[in-house]
């Protein structure tokens, strides 16, 4: 249930209804907007009288969600979520970028990487410590040591560091050492997993799941985000269909789906979407385009010979390239990187 309050009501009058309401055993979520107050009213709602709520002055209007999702919709947080990492704002006029390696594969290989890719504008890097893959055979990454790489990477460059966790008992430990925790495609409704997230406050990077809806995918950032950490990013990266030129589809319509169902931020994966490095670019400016608050990409420095993933990573150069190109389509649509 959204209660929509009168521009300008009175912090006491305010105060009396979220009190009132908590009586009834609801939660509330105050949004402070600019124009008027909304109040996110989240638990039995059914057995509130919506009519008798509207008797209090200060009150506009009473209007029941019909979404499952509540958090993480628009209508609770009308105004864009900015979800900051370690000094990095994700959301807003500034576009984030993420990149960096498919994986971690040595100290040389990620430090020169995350140096480049700074030089060129980058303002996170990412690297894959543990691998989640198809094949049991393939490469499955270098795991803690991975991590502790990542960590040396971020000493030399102060990058923030973007990595996916696998297992609901490496909570902790990434809750300590990585800046922005991504949930993977594979994980997106590993649910137990979820729950463990919402016990931090570390943002999130969310991606959405291989033949995932829209709705699935904002109802797994709602099992975060009803968990207490509100700092939740999706991911678009491409979903399943019947087509097989690609590796996926990317979908980028669900860009400005997304920001009309809902505040979270939103960024794109234009690599593992293809997984073919010559279609990074103009997916790239397509997201941006399209509304995109931000975009992932894989970068290394020796594609033909990375461990994995390689057809779909570019270049330092290339990536140097990519960011001038996003610059212009940026200034168009009124953001800067």
Not at 265 to 273: C, F, G, M, N, T
Not at 291 to 301: K, P, Q, S, T
Request: negative net charge.
């Amino acid at each position: 249930m959204i209660v929509i309050l009168k521009p300008e009501a009175p912090k006491d009058e305010i105060q009396s209804i979220v009190s009132e309401l908590k009586s009834m055993g609801m939660d509330i979520q105050v949004n402070e907007g600019v124009e008027c107050t909304v109040l996110g009213v989240l638990g039995n709602t059914f057995e509130i009288d919506a009519d008798a709520l509207t008797l209090h002055t200060c009150v506009d209007r009473v209007m029941r969600v019909s979404e499952p999702f509540k958090k993480a919709n628009r209508k609770f947080h009308p105004h864009d979520s900015v979800i900051d990492v370690c000094g990095t704002r994700i959301g807003g006029d500034k576009l984030a970028v993420i990149a960096g390696p498919c994986s971690v594969e040595s100290e040389e290989q990620i430090i020169s990487i995350a140096e480049d890719v700074k030089k060129s504008g980058a303002t996170l890097l990412r690297g894959g410590a543990f691998k989640p893959r198809t094949s049991p055979y393939s490469f499955q990454g270098m795991e803690f040591e991975g991590l502790q790489l990542l960590k040396e990477a971020k000493a030399v460059t102060g990058l923030p560091i973007v990595t996916e966790i696998m297992s609901p008992k490496h909570v902790e430990r990434f809750d300590a050492d990585v800046d922005l925790i991504q949930v993977g495609a594979r994980n997106m409704q590993n649910f137990d997993l979820l729950k463990e997230l919402g016990h931090t406050k570390k943002p999130i990077l969310l991606k959405r799941g291989l033949s995932s809806t829209i709705e699935e995918w904002l109802m797994s950032a709602e099992y975060i985000m009803a968990g207490g950490n509100e700092n939740v990013i999706l991911c678009e990266r491409g979903i399943r269909t019947f087509e097989t030129y690609t590796r996926n589809t990317l979908d980028i319509s669900a860009i400005p789906a997304i920001k009309k169902l809902s505040h979270l931020p939103v960024v794109v994966d234009p690599s593992h979407a293809t997984g073919m490095n010559w279609m990074v670019t103009p997916l790239a400016i397509a997201a941006i385009a399209a509304g995109a608050d931000g975009i992932m990409v894989e970068v290394h420095n020796d594609p033909k010979n990375a461990k994995c993933d390689g057809a779909q990573s570019i270049t330092p150069a290339e990536f140097d390239v990519v960011m001038k190109q996003l610059s212009s389509i940026a200034g168009i649509s009124g953001r800067v990187l």
